[in-house]
């Protein structure tokens, strides 16, 4: 894996991590026996992540490929 590659799928992962915690526990309220506190916000976050990490190994939404795209456009135009 290049470093380019290994960046740009940095920058896929936290992009799907961002909508998928966004998306993934809106409107879904704490349990009140249970639930809440910071304990709780951590867990959701490392379970974003994961889905996260998982999603971009596994294809992803493409967002890696056109960024390494776009630093390859980048780089050659500076070599102009």
Do not use: P, W
Request: glycine fraction near 10%.
């Amino acid at each position: 894996m290049t470093i380019r590659f290994a960046y740009t799928s940095r920058v896929e992962t936290r992009f799907v991590y961002h909508i998928a915690d966004d998306a993934m526990f809106a409107g879904v309220e704490s349990d009140k026996l249970f639930g809440g506190g910071s304990g709780e916000n951590v867990y959701k976050s490392l379970l974003s992540q994961e889905y996260a990490k998982v999603a971009a190994k596994s294809g992803g939404t493409g967002i890696a490929d056109a960024v390494q795209r776009e630093i390859l456009r980048m780089q050659e135009a500076q070599k102009k």
